[in-house]
């Protein structure tokens, strides 16, 4: 299995965040958190239940 959120937490922590926005929909996912990196992949989606975990991430910077 693909360690999703543990993966997407290192990029964070690595400095290749370099946007994010809260949308209404992307593909399925209602409302999404969608977090943008400098490199591949470039998009990752969060669902809403893991807001507030990246919300406390974001918030560290």
């Keep these: 299995m693909y360690p999703y959120h543990n993966k ?6 690595n400095k ?3 946007d994010y926005k809260y949308v209404e929909s992307y593909k399925k996912i209602k ?5 943008y990196f400098d490199t591949e992949p470039r998009i990752r989606p969060i669902r809403e239940h ?5 919300e406390m991430l974001l918030n560290d910077d």
Excluded at 50 to 54: A, G, W
């Design 8 to 13: 997407i937490k290192q990029r964070i922590r």
């Design 50 to 54: 893991r807001f507030k975990e990246y």
């Design 16 to 18: 290749e965040l370099i």
């Design 31 to 35: 409302p999404c958190l969608l977090l």
